[in-house]
T-cell receptor, first 114, second 112 residues
Framework: EPEVTQTPSHQVTQMGQEVILRCVPI?????FYWYRQILGQKVEFLVS????????KSEIFDDQFSVERPDGSNFTLKIRSTKLEDSAMYFC????????????FGPGTRLTVT | KQEVTQIPAALSVPEGENLVLNCSFT??????LQWFRQDPGKGLTSLLL?????REQTSGRLNASLDKSSGRSTLYIAASQPGDSATYLC???????????FGKGTKLTVNP
């Protein structure tokens, strides 16, 4: 069964550094998402991406964040100048579209900012 | 602003028991509701999706119901097993929005 995959599973970075989190959505899916979950808190929406552009973003998704689909398979989240409070689990998700609304999530990347 | 609440926060039951997990949302103008399972340190596994026009959805031992007008959904798990131990999350999607708004989850422990 096709799955959303994410790399790396765990990333440790120093405050102020840039990180890129990578995702490979399910191959025939058209809508892509990033969510995050700070330890002990709710899963929060960051951004949705469709047809090579951002379709919706939350207040969290400020100029520090960017997303890209550099080729036909990868979907990336870049975080510039990381802060301690960016430490969280970051989940990528995708859905097929065409009347199908179920979102499928990847295993997550645990980002630790020191 | 949509808020999703899940009660109880934690639940411990003996194996074999039938149980109900609750989810409530403040804005009834939802497009669909999705139930997920999350194992410790892992991703979210989609269990069931109910469209706003549906009253319930079933998958194996799981049955999810939706009462949109009262802002409530329940997840019924029949004949619980230790392997059902996990955190169960519900999330709603509003019309005209792509985002899912999540509850904090119910941590279920099924004791052998």
């Amino acid at each position: 069964e096709p799955e959303v995959t994410q790399t790396p599973s765990h990333q440790v970075t120093q405050m102020g550094q840039e990180v890129i989190l990578r995702c490979v959505p399910i191959s025939n899916h058209l809508y892509f998402y990033w969510y995050r979950q700070i330890l002990g808190q709710k899963v929060e929406f960051l951004v949705s991406f469709y047809n090579n552009e951002i379709s919706e973003k939350s207040e969290i998704f400020d100029d520090q964040f960017s997303v890209e689909r550099p080729d036909g398979s990868n979907f990336t989240l870049k975080i510039r100048s990381t802060k301690l409070e960016d430490s969280a689990m970051y989940f990528c998700a995708s859905r097929r579209g065409g009347g199908s609304y179920e979102q499928y999530f990847g295993p997550g990347t645990r980002l630790t900012v020191t | 602003k949509q808020e999703v609440t899940q009660i109880p926060a934690a639940l411990s039951v003996p194996e074999g028991e039938n149980l109900v997990l609750n989810c409530s949302f403040t804005d009834s103008a939802i497009y669909n509701l999705q139930w997920f399972r999350q194992d410790p340190g892992k991703g979210l596994t989609s269990l069931l999706l109910i469209q706003s026009s549906q009253r319930e959805q079933t998958s194996g031992r799981l049955n999810a119901s939706l009462d949109k007008s009262s802002g409530r959904s329940t997840l019924y798990i029949a004949a619980s097993q230790p392997g059902d131990s996990a955190t169960y999350l519900c999330a709603v999607k509003g019309g005209g929005s792509e985002k899912l708004v999540f509850g904090k989850g119910t941590k279920l422990t099924v004791n052998p």
